[in-house]
């Protein structure tokens, strides 16, 4: 029998704000803290939002929610968000998935809690806090945490099929939680036409989220070793990889370095034209020593990217990287006083030309006032004579 787990401590942990939500609601239906916030306050870890359930339909609770701003696009899919005492909620009714595509689910409303937790992705997921501390555990997640195990409520296939979505979302767990087990078959297999009703955006966020994670390179290689990024697209720079496994792993990198360093043909276009930009300027100037221009024009992360960078690829030595490290931590950055803001431009015309404006501000010296790069920009070339 799953383990029924309360005290005060959770209790005690409940927001002062949910608990209210949970009072408001409390003669149409129960409210419980669901999923992450209830996994995270287990783990000991942040818990950045607290997602809801309550088992009833939203239709039954939207009355009471008249007076406060409510978001109803997901309505038809059992979700009502709502801004409460500054907080964004979203509340789940408690349903079951009678027939899905891999994307989206026809619902049934049920008021059976447990019904509703079979539904779900993982055992640890599955976890339901009431008001009064209680912890229900529908699925046995509660056994899975010491040792962390991360493993499928029932057939894994099934809730793959469901919602295709989780087989990349069981490699983005085993980076950011520290796995001790990951239970995954190995003759799992997804339909393409399935995949393919993903959005890019959707498999591009579990991607970052995978690489920000802090077991990531465990992570990289599982999913590598099991076809995982072959299906979302993406070819992995093996060599780069393994190089960076076994000669840079101590360094913390970023982002931007891992998916140039190990994904360099794939184009994660929800990422924004930023990234876009950033990555380029990295190519661009892989070769470029003039570290006091660069330091200046680039943000202090972008050009920290670029030594490792550089140290990655052999152009520079362990020695100058760390050296080149010390002396800019030591050494004033001058201020650009611009900001996109300033421009009245947008998308790739304004990088253009606030590139175009570092560029004259470095060559002035540090000189150039605000309005007078203003002035000169705004008619400018793209480039300015260096």
């Not at 309360?6 to 704000?17: E, Q, V």
């Not at 201020?335 to 175009?356: A, I, M, R, S, V």
């Amino acid at each position: 029998m799953a383990p029924h787990w309360g005290n005060y401590y959770h209790k005690a942990m409940i927001p002062n704000y949910i608990n209210d939500l949970a009072n408001l609601l409390k003669p149409k239906g129960e409210l419980r803290i669901v999923g992450g916030a209830v996994r995270n306050m287990i783990l000991g870890r942040k818990i950045s939002d607290y997602d809801c359930a309550i088992n009833c339909p939203p239709e039954d609770i939207l009355p009471l929610l008249k007076p406060y701003k409510c978001n109803i696009n997901g309505m038809k899919f059992g979700v009502l968000g709502v801004h409460f005492q500054h907080h964004y909620i979203e509340l789940a009714s408690t349903r079951e998935d009678i027939a899905t595509d891999g994307r989206r689910a026809v619902i049934k409303y049920t008021s059976d809690w447990q019904k509703d937790a079979l539904r779900r992705d993982f055992t640890i997921n599955a976890l339901y806090l009431d008001m009064n501390g209680f912890i229900h555990d529908y699925c046995g997640g509660l056994y899975d945490f010491n040792p962390l195990i991360l493993q499928f409520i029932g057939s894994p296939a099934e809730r793959i099929k469901e919602d295709t979505l989780r087989y990349l979302r069981f490699y983005r767990f085993i980076a950011q939680f520290n796995v001790q087990r990951a239970v995954m078959p190995e003759n799992i297999t997804i339909e393409s036409e399935r995949w393919l009703n993903l959005s890019p955006e959707r498999i591009e966020n579990e991607i970052k989220l995978l690489l920000h994670g802090q077991n990531w390179l465990q992570a990289c290689k599982k999913a590598q070793e099991d076809g995982v990024f072959l299906l979302c697209g993406m070819i992995m720079d093996n060599k780069n990889f393994v190089k960076y496994q076994y000669e840079f792993s101590y360094i913390k990198t970023s982002l931007l370095i891992k998916s140039l360093l190990f994904f360099p043909s794939w184009v994660p276009v929800s990422w924004g034209k930023q990234f876009m930009g950033q990555q380029k300027c990295l190519l661009d100037n892989m070769k470029n020593e003039n570290y006091y221009q660069l330091y200046d024009i680039f943000s202090n992360e972008l050009f920290y990217d670029l030594l490792f960078f550089q140290y990655f690829h052999g152009f520079i030595s362990n020695n100058k990287y760390i050296s080149l490290i010390d002396e800019f931590k030591q050494y004033p950055k001058n201020k650009f006083p611009l900001t996109g803001h300033d421009l009245p431009f947008q998308g790739k015309l304004l990088g253009e030309k606030l590139q175009y404006a570092r560029q004259l501000w470095y060559n002035s010296g540090y000189a150039m006032k605000k309005q007078a790069l203003i002035k000169n920009t705004i008619n400018s070339e793209p480039n300015p004579q260096e």
